[in-house]
């Protein structure tokens, strides 16, 4: 597939050439006829306008000839297409291609955890992601000292799980930077303050009861909220929308661009709400227990989940723009930050991948992987409990 790719990319590059030759025959009377110069100079127009070169057409109508700087940088415009072709990753491209946004989108949908049909894990390994060693059990506090924390090298290795799809900089990571962000909630403006939905709301764990969505992820979110509202009485709403189930199957496909469109309307009716948490429940082997002790009581690990819009081999994805990376990379450290000092061994390390997750919709955005399948219910409440307690300390304090 890749020397094909290459092969393609190739031709297309030795085709604009051609026609980039062409042109300057044209309009540099390098020796052509008159009438091959009005036959070529037709043709090329013709299939000008079909093209993102659209602009050519301005010769027709009686423009003159193009500048060669123009010309230049619509050949450099052209030229990524084969990249795109070998690594069947989108880029940064002008003009938008339906087909090629939902086909990233739909592996967006996809590749957090696969399921089938039935919602059952499919055990998969990304080509390249890096293996995160899960242990059972958790309590050394690792250092957090300002110090510390401005070691790249220690950051990432200690609080990072930098998936093989994605790249990172040290810019990225600035954690005195990251820190340094306000993330308090304002407390002047009235109305709900959090939002919890579930792109992902058939997620359930391993005593869960069939037909019973209190003791899925979605019951999970309802916790949650109740937790927020009133042990800690932040105002939070919990929105029950299913966009993971289309005609009754489970279709995760379309569940990110379903979620956006509902959410962001959610957001523009409720203008108070400044954190947008997306909870889902992880999926991992079936021997791998995701469990830590919180109070005597055994507690679901989670993770905070971060997307980059970004791939290592193309660089930024212009389909899914963030303006906000930066505010979602300074929210989910200042929460693992914060639930290493009250419950060490809770959180997982954060997770980068590629993609954008709907973190655009709102400067402090979260997505949670809470637990997996392997999980009990009671294990996940707690986890909620001491969730709740980690998000009061960092937005209402």
């Known amino acids: 597939m890749l020397k094909q790719g290459k092969r393609i990319s190739q031709v297309l590059f030795i ?3 051609c026609v980039f030759i062409l042109y300057m025959g044209i309009h540099m009377d390098i020796g052509l006829s008159d009438e091959m110069e009005i036959y070529l100079s037709s043709v090329f127009l013709k299939q000008a306008e079909k093209s993102y070169l659209s602009g050519f057409s301005y010769v027709s109508e009686g423009g003159g000839p193009l500048p060669e700087q123009w010309v230049t940088e619509c050949a450099a415009r052209l030229l990524p297409l084969g990249t795109y072709v070998s690594e069947s990753t989108p880029l940064d491209m002008e003009v938008e291609d339906s087909t090629t946004y939902e086909m ?3 592996q967006q949908a996809n590749d957090e955890n696969e399921v089938d049909e039935k919602g059952n894990l499919i055990e998969k390994k990304s080509a390249g992601a890096k293996k995160e060693k899960i242990p059972e059990k ?3 506090k690792p250092d957090i000292s300002e110090e510390k924390l401005a070691d790249f090298d220690y950051l990432v290795s200690n609080f990072y799980t930098v998936d093989g799809t994605t790249s990172i900089r040290a810019s990225d990571l600035d954690a005195k930077k990251l820190l340094a962000k306000d993330m308090k909630l304002d407390k002047k403006k009235k109305g709900p303050k959090i939002l919890i939905y579930h792109t992902h709301s058939q997620e359930d764990f391993k005593d869960s009861e069939k037909g019973d969505p209190n003791t899925t992820i979605m019951g999970m979110g309802a916790y949650l ?3 927020l509202n009133k042990k800690y009485k932040i105002k939070t709403m919990h929105h029950e929308g299913v966009y993971d189930l289309i005609g009754g199957e489970m279709d995760r496909s379309k ?10 309307k959610i ?3 409720n203008p108070s709400i400044e954190v947008v948490i997306d909870l889902h429940r992880d999926g991992v082997g079936n021997s791998t227990r995701l469990v830590t002790e919180i109070d005597g009581k055994p507690t679901a690990q989670i993770m ?10 193309n660089g930024d994805i212009a389909y899914l723009y963030n303006p906000y990376i930066e505010d979602n990379l300074a929210f989910s450290l200042q929460m693992q930050i914060t639930a290493a000092k009250l419950y060490p061994g809770f959180t997982r390390h954060i997770y980068l991948k590629s993609y954008r997750y709907n973190l655009h919709l709102k400067p402090k955005s979260l997505l949670i992987e809470a637990g997996a399948q392997t999980n009990t219910v009671e294990e996940m409440r707690n986890a909620m409990e001491a969730l709740a307690k980690v998000l009061n300390e960092c937005v209402n304090k």
Do not use: C, P, W
Request: charged share 25%.
């Open 304 to 313: 905070f989940f971060n997307g980059m819009s970004r791939t290592k081999a």
């Open 104 to 106: 990233i989108l739909e």
């Open 225 to 227: 909220s109740e937790l």
């Open 138 to 140: 958790t309590v050394e």
């Open 255 to 264: 569940a990110y661009q379903l979620a956006e469109k509902q959410v962001t």
């Open 15 to 17: 085709i604009f050439l």
């Open 267 to 269: 957001l523009k009716d």
